[in-house]
T-cell receptor, first 117, second 115 residues
Framework: EAGVVQSPRYKIIEKKQPVAFWCNPISGHNTLYWYLQNLGQGPELLIR????????DSQLPKDRFSAERLKGVDSTLKIQPAELGDSAVYLCASSLEVASGGSDTQYFGPGTRLTVL | AQSVAQPEDQVNVAEGNPLTVKCTYS??????LFWYVQYPNRGLQFLLK??????LVKGSYGFEAEFNKSQTSFHLKKPSALVSDSALYFCAVRTVNFGNEKLTFGTGTRLTIIP
């Protein structure tokens, strides 16, 4: 079974440029997450989708970050414009059930390492 | 505040010796606890989780963890370390804030197995 797929794996851009990351979750997984991981830190949740609905975007910096999951399967996270401080690894994860009460295992993709110059 | 703590940034263990990576938590109610491992330039790989039931949880690659409610701990253990176990380990706990549930991760422990 294929795992969570993310692309690109690496991205280098100049500040003020836009950038987008793509994620395809494990087949059949209804819940999708985007995390930010700074160097030497644990991942921090940006947004959580249940099917196509963003049920928790409270930690997404909405002035420059946006996300979508139009058909409830794959998802795109966008930053426009990027800032130097956005350099980090962006992880996507998915889990099977919508209403599992938080007990479901989240499976992570390999991440996209963003460098903003 | 609901959180999880990994008190050691770095743990070094000789190959073949038992290893322990420590984790303590602070949540209201019954905790859901998870361990993940991260290899260089890779995403997080799930090792094991405690939801309910037996306090000793067995997971992937020979790892296990013991849930201790009185000490609010969930330490990761392995009887005999391998060089290939060298990686970054994250403990995580389910937290609920204003009705939004999520995984809150610790800062990670870098485990180095010395040949």
């Amino acid at each position: 079974e294929a795992g969570v797929v993310q692309s690109p794996r690496y991205k280098i851009i100049e500040k003020k440029q836009p950038v987008a990351f793509w994620c395809n979750p494990i087949s059949g997984h209804n819940t999708l997450y985007w995390y930010l991981q700074n160097l030497g830190q644990g991942p921090e949740l940006l947004i959580r989708y249940e099917n196509e609905e963003a049920v928790d975007d409270s930690q997404l910096p909405k002035d420059r970050f946006s996300a979508e999951r139009l058909k409830g399967v794959d998802s795109t996270l966008k930053i426009q414009p990027a800032e130097l401080g956005d350099s980090a690894v962006y992880l996507c994860a998915s889990s099977l059930e919508v209403a599992s009460g938080g007990s479901d295992t989240q499976y992570f993709g390999p991440g996209t390492r963003l460098t903003v110059l | 505040a609901q959180s999880v703590a990994q008190p050691e940034d770095q743990v070094n263990v000789a190959e073949g010796n038992p290893l322990t990576v420590k984790c303590t938590y602070s949540v209201s109610g019954n905790p859901y606890l998870f361990w993940y491992v991260q290899y260089p330039n890779r995403g997080l790989q799930f090792l094991l989780k405690y939801i309910t039931g037996d306090n000793l949880v067995k997971g992937s690659y020979g790892f296990e963890a013991e849930f201790n409610k009185s000490q609010t701990s969930f330490h990761l253990k392995k009887p005999s370390a391998l060089v290939s176990d060298s990686a970054l380990y994250f403990c995580a706990v389910r937290t609920v804030n204003f009705g939004n549930e999520k995984l809150t991760f610790g800062t990670g422990t870098r485990l180095t197995i010395i040949p």
